[in-house]
């Protein structure tokens, strides 16, 4: 998984399962590919339902929601996003 920042990149594993018109998925980051500026909890999981374009759910720690979230497919790379340049 890469992070934002482009520098912090970790290891995932999880599943995926058909949910209606979409899918749900579920992952752990198991460690860091790139230890960048951002540190990693590695004490949680990801769940997310993948509808359309968009994806969303959160981030959970001890069965608790911690960190909702919410993505946005786009046929522009991140990266180039980021420069402007779309």
Do not use: C, H, K
């Amino acid at each position: 998984m890469t992070y934002p920042d482009g520098d912090t990149v970790t290891s995932v594993t999880g599943t995926v399962e058909a949910e209606g018109s979409g899918a749900r998925l579920t992952w752990n980051e198991q460690e860091y590919v790139r230890r960048g500026r951002r540190s990693v909890d590695f004490g949680g999981n990801y769940s997310a339902t993948i509808r359309g374009d968009t994806m969303d759910d959160a981030w959970y720690q001890r069965g608790r929601r911690v960190v909702p979230f919410t993505m946005t497919a786009s046929s522009t790379s991140p990266a180039t996003a980021l420069l402007g340049q779309n």
